[in-house]
C-alpha cells in the first residue's frame, strides 16, 4: 500500500510535471535543428536528386535535362522513389541520433537500464 502525504504528492507532481515541460522545450529545440539540416538522396549518379531536412519535409527534386528527355515512365518513376527513400532514410539517422542525444542529457544512460 503506498502512502502519500499531500504535500509529498503535490512535489513529486510538480517534479513531473517540470520534467515534462522540458522535455516539451527540448523536443521543440531538437525539431529547429533538425528543420535547418539538409539532406540528400541521390539515384543513379546524379539523374535525380531529392533534397529534404532531417524532420523527414522533402525540400527539393533535381532531375537531369538529359536523364529526363530519354527516360521512360518507369525508369523515371524508379529511379524517384530510390532518390526519396535514400533522403529519407538519411534523415531519420539524423532524427534518431538527435533524439538519442537529447534523450541521454536529459535522462543520462539510466545506469545502463536499456543497454548501450
Known sequence: MHICTSEICTSNLNIMFDK???AQQKAGEVKKRLD???VSGVAEGGKITVTA???KV????HIDSAFLADADKEEFEELLVV???KALEQAENISQSEMA???KNMFGDLGGM???
Open 36 to 38: 535547418a539540416i539538409s
Open 83 to 85: 532518390a526519396i527513400n
Open 53 to 55: 531536412n532531417a524532420n
Open 58 to 61: 522533402i525540400q527539393s527534386i
Open 114 to 116: 536499456f543497454g548501450k
Open 101 to 103: 542525444a537529447m534523450t
Open 20 to 22: 515534462l515541460m522540458e
